[in-house]
């Protein structure tokens, strides 16, 4: 036969009545605030305030109440590395200014050489010292930028500028060297119409450094210059064809060809500062 297992049967218990006043009514159960649906973006900033009884429901928390502290100013503490935050003009359109001085002062030295190249030791003396004061001019403009925290152009913008204009200033000086190097002794025309066009170049980007935050200056300046540009462009083309023509000394060709580049080169990077301080003036205007 099979034999059908079954659990042990357990003897009926009567419940005993439980004490007076330990019965657990829904009439003791503290009431509470209506609900309000769960916001988990608000849930965060809450904090449990007390003791709460029974489950844990979100209408039994309260918001914290943040006492608002006012933070010391960076200004009136001396020497708080706060203070570096803070903007501050550096003095970079006053070092601008410096380098188109500069600039300027190089091409009018350029000219008096050209027009008398027995005067080469005394103007390539004064030309290097004026490449070398535009070289610290950029090194202070470099150093003023990485120790400013808020600089009043961009910061590429600024390295740039002063890139470009001290760039002129070093073909110039590269120009008179060359003067030297090649034992140029006589005077020629092509060479100081070249000349010409970069003294005026360098009068014009002075003006729009000057007025680099007034869009309508600044474009004058830069139209001015690119027409500049064209006219050396020009120059240049009718300085070589007369370099070559009939049968010239090659000793000649070779001095005056490389001198007549250089100056060409010279006014392509009077059109490049030109394009930089016209950028500026768009981004700042």
Known sequence: MRRELSSPRIPHQRSQPKPAGQEFLASSI?????????????????????????????HDIRPVQKRATALPSP??????PLVRFLPKNEGFFDLFDQLSAHLNTSALMLRELFEDPRRIDELLAKMKSVD????????????????????????????ML????DNVVDLMDGNARRVAMFHVTERREAALELVDVLVQCSQAIGRGVKSIRKR????????EVKALEERADMLYAKAIAGLFAGTPDPLEVIKWKEIYDNL???ADECEDVANVLESISLKNS
Request: glycine share 6%; aromatic share 8%; charged share 20%.
């Open 30 to 58: 503290t009431p509470r605030t209506p609900y309000r649906p769960y916001n988990p973006h608000l849930a965060s900033q809450f904090l449990f305030a007390g003791s709460v009884r029974g489950p844990i429901c979100f």
């Open 75 to 80: 200004c009136r503490q001396a020497g708080s």
């Open 132 to 159: 070398h004061a535009a070289e610290a001019v950029t090194y202070v403009i470099n150093q003023r930028v990485d120790r400013c925290f808020v600089t009043p152009l961009d910061r590429e913008d600024i390295h």
């Open 162 to 165: 002063a890139h470009r204009l």
């Open 216 to 223: 309508e200056g600044v474009h004058q300046a830069a139209r």
């Open 264 to 266: 060409e080169h010279a």
